[in-house]
């Protein structure tokens, strides 16, 4: 069914699930595994830092098995969005209902609160991107949302209340906290853009592309963010491609950030000199593909923070 929904551009946004066990094992709800389904941890909003984790949000990994046989993980989580708000005096305040005797003290907390704001939210931008003349597939709204996490992810060894900025996606906390963006007339004209594409891929092919034109990025540009997933018919046979962007401005030509894991949903983010004045060319290189090849999805996006972001 989800298949078939997905092939007619229904996205599905899924709750990871609410038997997180503080991120011991992999505790995904159905339908989180599955590849066309965007699956949505909870952030505690009580917590006074930037970043926290509801501890019983479901968490990945997801083992799967690549073509060779070779046993990997990918994060199985996506995006995080408040799963858990504080009310009046520290309570914990959510809608009303007649069964309870009193409201403000009530607390109904979980990942079915979380899931919902990244629901709508997809909905909001593939509104957004049909003013501009847009018709997005699943798969491409899907990629689009992963460019809306913060980054900032919980770690496996830190404390519940820690996070960093990190490129790939974590198994706990997925691309981070979701914050939605649409494109605007500002955000797709020179010296910045947004700009997403769907390709296949085969066995030792490379694919290339710049980030924006050929030469160097706008000085102004403080970060830019790439997101890509590929999608194989099952998890016992998946594909593995490395991502990595370069910087061709150089006499020398270097890496300036890459993701060789066997994740099936990557992202990498670049910020200030990272992004400035480069000429930021993206890589995907097939390492092993079936002969039919495999469905490629990449969104990228660059901009200054926060005027035209």
């Known amino acids: 069914m989800i298949s078939r929904a997905t092939a007619v551009g229904m996205l599905f946004v899924s709750i990871s699930g609410n038997a997180g066990k503080n991120g011991v094992g992999c505790t995904l709800d159905f339908p989180c595994p599955l590849q066309d389904v965007l699956c949505v941890g909870a952030m505690d909003t009580l917590a006074t830092n930037y970043f926290n984790r509801w501890p019983e949000s479901g968490n990945g990994p ?6 060779d046989g070779t046993k990997v993980v990918t994060a199985g989580v996506d995006l995080m969005a408040p799963g858990r708000f504080g009310g009046s005096q520290g309570t914990h305040q959510w809608f009303p209902s007649s069964s309870l005797a009193n409201y403000a003290s009530s607390e109904w907390t979980g990942t079915s609160f979380a899931a919902p704001l990244v629901a709508g939210g997809a909905g909001l931008l593939r509104h957004a991107w049909s003013l501009h003349g847009a018709k997005m597939s699943a798969r491409e709204l899907m990629v689009n949302m992963l460019l809306m996490g913060d980054g900032y ?7 519940p209340w820690k996070a960093r900025y990190i490129n790939t996606l974590s198994r706990l906390t997925g691309a981070g906290s979701i914050k ?3 494109p605007t007339s500002k955000s797709l004209s020179a010296p910045w853009g947004w700009g ?3 390709f296949v891929i085969h066995q030792g092919e490379l694919v290339q592309y710049t980030v924006g034109d050929s030469g160097p990025e706008d000085e102004r540009t403080t970060e830019w963010k790439w997101a890509l997933a590929f999608f194989d018919p099952t998890l016992e046979s998946t594909s593995h491609l490395n991502i990595w962007v370069e910087d061709v401005c150089s006499q020398t030509p270097f890496i300036v950030q ?4 066997g994740s099936l949903r990557k ?4 910020r200030e000199d990272l992004v400035k004045k480069r000429c930021l060319v993206m890589n995907v290189l097939g390492m092993k593909v079936p002969d039919q090849g495999v469905s490629v999805v990449s969104a990228d996006a660059y901009h200054s923070t926060p005027e035209y972001w």
């Open 267 to 270: 992202r990498i983010t670049l």
């Open 180 to 182: 939605l963006r649409g």
């Open 258 to 261: 890459s993701d060789t894991s």
């Open 153 to 159: 992810q919980q770690l496996e060894n830190d404390e």
């Open 62 to 67: 997801i083992q799967i098995r690549q073509m």
């Open 196 to 198: 997403y594409r769907s």
